[in-house]
């Protein structure tokens, strides 16, 4: 009875502790850069895409604030502040942006 007990409670105490990242509210971050495009300009992606360039990071735009912002820097580069949520997807570094500002 007692090694069940414990059992349960250590195995309550990993799932707490696993889950506690997942709960953690995301903070934007203020990104400065070279705002441009993956493919036109770096040379890295098969397709137009908007990232941001912060030293040898390179964080790539939301699908929507692509739309949104890609017009503007897919031909000519431009410096300039994201800000926004970071996450990882597969390999890639991926903002959600909130505001961009040009410089």
Do not use: W
Request: aromatic letters at 6%; one cysteine or more.
């Amino acid at each position: 009875m007692f090694r069940t007990l414990t059992a349960f409670v250590v195995a309550l105490a990993v799932a707490v502790l696993a889950g506690a990242p997942l709960l953690a509210e995301e903070k934007e971050q203020k990104l400065e850069g070279k705002i441009t495009c993956a493919k036109c300009d770096l040379g890295v992606e098969d397709s137009c895409m908007t990232v941001i360039k912060v030293g040898d990071k390179v964080y790539y735009f939301d699908k929507e604030s692509n739309k949104k912002h890609h017009a503007k820097i897919c031909k000519e580069p431009k410096d300039g502040t994201v800000t926004g949520t970071v996450k990882k997807e597969g390999d890639k570094m991926v903002v959600t942006v909130s505001k961009v500002e040009f410089k």
